[in-house]
């Protein structure tokens, strides 16, 4: 089967794949995203330590998040910016991403006020500092306050030895001993506090870098991406369901194709019979032209048009044949007239043929009454003649349903699928034809 053919057949079932890119098209507005105007201010913080690889940039990012989405954080932040907001659903609208490989984080917080939505974005990224400075520094400094009040007491018991030693009757070698030890604790607290400041000079600090500002314009929708989404997937849809319809109740699509699959040569191309405005055209005279050809190699006397698809008037055509072709007795099946052209002396019986009149577009179904026809009369399929079928005019979704849903329940072997198939096969209607000649793919 040619690409052509593919999407022509495909393109047949314009009404389905156009119902579902409009069913998949509403889906955003039914599914009724929030209409109001939404603001996203941001705030960038410094987190105290660079990322050097994606996963530590990942980690970071994840413990950040955890801090400034914690419940008892966001209730810190809301009462302190005085916000009147439920802290259940702020933690939906706060949104934490990594810069780069860097330790700068921005803090994004949604709200419908720009205003508050800038508040809480800076009170969450403060909060964020704090507590990372709490996790990170915080251990390290209430360490060096253990360490300065130690100190404290150590040279308040040096200063009480000193005052000592310059009493009366004080016991100098015991003094002496006690400086000596207060010495020693005051030169290891002195040592233990040096390098815990160092420590903390060089441990980098977590901070504010920028302030979120009240946005001044709000954010986009995304209602063009969401409707750009589902229409492309109403499309795929669409020409998914048309390709099933399509494999299980196949049509064609061109007159090359229905001569293809009669295995009889295609005549000419006609205007819609049924169109009493179409004017006559040369395709009369090349229609005119094979079929004489046609009918004088088969040795033809009679030659009887008969219909597939749509139900047109072939009276016109008729005539216009009959005078065209005088040699051949052009008739429409089953009327013959009286006043028809007599079997010369050459044969004792006329002999006859059928030419096929359908339309460019039709069911592969619609041939099941041509194969009885031709059982019948024995007479040969001298060729067809095709004329233009609108591809949605013979668009039929109940068919397509009811075929679909027959062929569901017979692939299951359901009772009443085999009991329709038991009075189909009891009744004289005509069955699908697969004729003996070449075959489209379908």
Sequence with gaps: MELTEAVQRILRHGRLILAMVLVFLSLPFLLGSNSDASYVASARAYFGT???????????VDTAKAIVTSQAEIETALQRERIDRDPTRVVDEIDVESVGGSGVLVVSVTDSDPVVASALANGMAQQLVSSRHDLLIGPMEDRLADLESGLDLVNAEIDRIT?????????????RFQLDVALSRQSDIQSQRD?????IDAT?????LDQATPPSHPQSSGLAADLAVAGLLGLILGVA?????EALRPSIVSGDALAHVLGAPLLGRIPNPSDRSADVDDS??????????????????VVHLTRVGPDVDLDGLAGRLRAAVPHVAVELVGS???????????SNRARHGLVVVAPEVLQRDALS??????????????GIIAYPGPLWTHYHLRDDIRSLWTRFRTGLGSKVGGRRRADARSTATPGTWAPSGPEVES
């Design 195 to 199: 390098t815990l400041s160092q420590a």
């Design 336 to 346: 013959e007239r009286p006043d028809a052209p007599r079997p010369g002396p050459r």
């Design 50 to 60: 660079d990322a050097t690889t994606a996963e530590e940039s990942e980690a970071m």
């Design 163 to 175: 005052e000592a030693t310059g009493e009366q009757g004080a016991d100098i070698d015991q003094l």
């Design 241 to 245: 369901l048309a390709a099933v319809i």
């Design 284 to 301: 009369d005279d090349l229609v005119s032209l094979q079929l004489g050809l046609a009918a004088s190699s088969a040795r033809l006397d």
């Design 369 to 382: 009454g041509l194969e009885h026809l031709l059982a019948i009369t024995q007479w040969p399929l001298v």
């Design 204 to 208: 980098p600090s977590p901070e504010l």
